[in-house]
């Protein structure tokens, strides 16, 4: 089910100060996606969140979950969580440690006074498809974090709804652990017919997952897209720097050609991805660690785009070297591969090829 958010606004008052938590939100999400929003810490994902199910009041504007307006401040329209069909799994998993797996995954049909033979079917049919029969009479504190997960998991689909919501539901688990159960959870919403909505701060997790992500910020959505999209042509400095490590160095358009943009920068002339940016605007250049290659042997480098710096650290990170690359007076970051032998010191070129030099507004 397609879920519609138009002109939604929400303040808090806390300490006499008014806080814009959402400010005119405005967000379409295509029905059987799995969607991201993801931002920084109190940028308003939770508050977005829990007005769409329901646990939070706007202040104005309006959602629409399929074809139901579910909520209207004009319209004066309200429709209570429980009559939303929606599935919720939370940041604490929020399971209750007294009930067996069972019962916790039960409760909500059970809320729903659906017929005893027919729980005990949809539980067992869900316990499979997460992974978790035979578990049933297991007291839910005997299991493990990523268990723990899957039983909120169960018990946020076991009422069939077209969506489910999650607030960080993986920021509970260690590294290892996260990461296995985000490639678990990617395989188990692609296989449902449901639309996710899925709120995190972690831009690995959100670029793993998402069929879509709208990045966030201060009550505002700042950009929406596919991950690739978001990573490789963000339209905002903001996000270019959120999503992922870049270097991000002042520029000035010089001119524009049929599929180039040459800017003058930092680092010297760049020619970049093709931009609208006029004459004279000043923008920055976004070079992602991974683009820059350095080599010791300069030779067979195009004129253009090829620089020359020196190393100046190297941190090992197990599959590369994270580098430091001084060229004039910027610090460029590149990933460098580990047998390159480099050393702090070293001179070294790179080339970049104009569609990795991406230009946003300044
Ligand atoms: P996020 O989930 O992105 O970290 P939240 O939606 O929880 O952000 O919060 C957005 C902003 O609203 C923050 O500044 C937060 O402090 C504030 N906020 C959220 N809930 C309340 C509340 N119940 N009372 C006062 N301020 C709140
Ligand atoms: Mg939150």
Redesign the pocket.
Known sequence: MEIQVTGLQKR???DGKV?S?LDNVDLHIPANTIFTLL??????????L?CIVGLETPDAGEIRIGDEIVWSARKKIYVPTEKRKLGMVFQTYAIWPHMTVFDNVAYPLQTRKVAEKEIAERVAKTLSFVQLEGFEGRPATKLSGGQQQRVALARALVAEPKVILF?EPLSNLDAKLREETRKELKTFLSGLEITAIY?T?DRLEALALSDAISV?RS?NIVETGDPKKIYFNSESRFVADFIGRSNLIPATVESSAADETVVDSAIGKIRGRKTDFAPGTEVTLCLRPEFIRPSRDSGAMPAFNSLRGTVETLLFVGDAYEGEIRVGQTLLMSRIDPDTGFKPGDMVSFHVPPEHCHLVAK
Do not use: E, N, Q, Y
């Open positions: 808090f008052v806390s806080i938590a931002g920084p810490s109190g940028c308003g994902k939770t508050t977005l829990r607030d709120v701060h966030m009550g």
